[in-house]
């Protein structure tokens, strides 16, 4: 388990609760990773220690929300804090993979997490040469879905109009082919308001 101290912790938190609040999250949720900063750093205990010797229930008894304790347990256990990273990557100025129909902050940070990869480039290299299946979440539709996206928005030089028939990105068509589990959940309102046809 990690030791970060109790500022480290209290100002990470107080990080994910601007970030929550960008993005228009539910102002309870906002509040609970604030007042969960709060009650850290003004424990005199040390949080990792006690989510390590006595798990949520300990971080429970200090004033923590069941929710909120089993999230600091398993970011102190696991040395990683998904939520603050797929935040960090839909806020980030240069991230160039949002412009991607059908990926949301969530892949788009997991993408980078696993392959390194911030650029549309990048991101094309990786899908033909099949590094983006070892993405959580890539299957093959959702792979080939991606490749038109990102032929057409970076060689539009090769569409020539009347040659090629619009790609339309029908992001419902896993689902009805009955592989509706290769679509990450939390991405699919993303994907539904991202569908565009591109010519």
């Known amino acids: 388990m990690t030791h970060l101290s109790n500022e480290t912790i209290s100002r990470t938190l107080e990080r994910v609760a601007e970030l ?43 004033g923590l929300g069941y929710l909120m304790g089993g999230l600091v347990t398993d970011w102190l256990r696991s ?19 949002l ?5 949301g902050p969530r892949l788009a940070a997991e993408i980078k997490h696993a392959l390194g990869v911030e650029s549309l480039s ?21 792979i080939a879905l991606v490749r038109s996206a990102l032929d057409a928005m970076l060689h539009p030089e090769g569409r020539v109009s ?21 679509l990450d959940p939390e991405d699919e309102p993303e994907l539904a308001q991202a569908t565009p046809k591109l010519h």
């Open 20 to 62: 929550l609040e960008l993005d228009g999250a539910n102002p309870k949720r906002v509040q609970a990773h604030r007042q969960s900063a709060r009650v850290i750093r003004r424990c005199p205990r040390a949080i990792a220690a006690v989510a390590d010797e006595e798990g949520v229930e300990g971080l429970h008894q200090l």
């Open 79 to 97: 040395e990683d804090l998904p939520l603050l990273r797929t935040l960090e990557a839909a806020h980030h100025p240069g991230c160039q993979l």
């Open 99 to 103: 412009r991607v129909p059908g990926i």
């Open 122 to 142: 990048q991101l094309e290299q990786v899908a033909r040469d099949g590094r983006l299946s070892q993405v959580c979440g890539f299957g093959p539709r959702r």
């Open 162 to 182: 009347g040659c090629h028939p619009p790609v339309q990105l029908d992001l419902e068509m896993p689902r009805r082919a009955g592989i509706a589990s290769s």
